[in-house]
């Protein structure tokens, strides 16, 4: 994973959920004006790359909007 790959203004936040089942999950965040905003959260990844791939694919289609 390569944190350069990520836009400007934009930060993924990567971790696995182990208390109820062993899955990835991306947050997906966006600078706001004085806080970061949780745009979204996607889920049930079997590896930490799948998830973090999902994330920047989420960016890309957002800025394409």
Request: proline share 2%.
């Amino acid at each position: 994973m390569n944190t350069k790959e990520i836009p400007l203004g934009w930060w993924l936040n990567v971790t696995i959920m182990a208390r109820f089942q062993d899955y990835w999950l991306v947050g997906i965040l966006r600078k706001g004006k004085t806080t970061w905003i949780t745009e979204d959260v996607l889920a049930d990844f079997d590896t930490s790359e799948e998830a973090y791939k999902a994330g920047l694919k989420w960016i890309n289609n957002y800025k394409n909007k």
